[in-house]
């Protein structure tokens, strides 16, 4: 049995940090690629960061040289360092394989990021 339980979003001012984790159970910690992803209201789910099983990162030119994602495979998490945020990043923060219509149904409830002053 899969899941995915993320944390550690809040409410933050513009400029400031937050981190956020993801605790994975079952085998999907055995995919390569493991994402975040974000969905803001009315707007489609969109991948943010990915790290693979070797520790390669790719990012989303919005968030690129503001966030950092990083994976502990010995501990099945995989983390998001998200600083400098914008009120523009305010969304629900996901976890997931990539890409995410392959594990569609590991979908887990997301952590609310809020950026405002």
């Known amino acids: 049995q899969v899941r995915l339980v993320e944390s550690g979003g809040g409410l933050v001012q513009p400029g400031g940090s937050l981190r956020l984790s993801c605790a994975a159970t079952?085998?999907?910690?055995?995919?390569?690629?493991m994402g975040w992803y974000r969905q803001a209201p009315g707007v489609q789910r969109e991948l943010v960061a990915d790290?693979?099983?070797?520790?390669?990162?790719s990012y989303t030119d919005f968030v690129k040289g503001r966030f950092a994602i990083s994976r502990d495979i010995a501990k099945n998490m995989v983390y998001l360092q998200m600083n400098s945020l914008k009120p523009e990043d305010t969304a629900v923060y996901y976890c997931?394989?990539?890409?995410?219509?392959?594990?569609?149904?590991?979908w887990g409830q997301g952590t609310q990021v809020t950026v405002s002053s």
């Open positions: 997931n394989g990539v890409p995410g219509r392959y594990y569609n149904d590991y």
């Open positions: 079952g085998s999907i910690f055995t995919v390569n690629t």
């Open positions: 790290i693979t099983s070797g520790g390669s990162t």
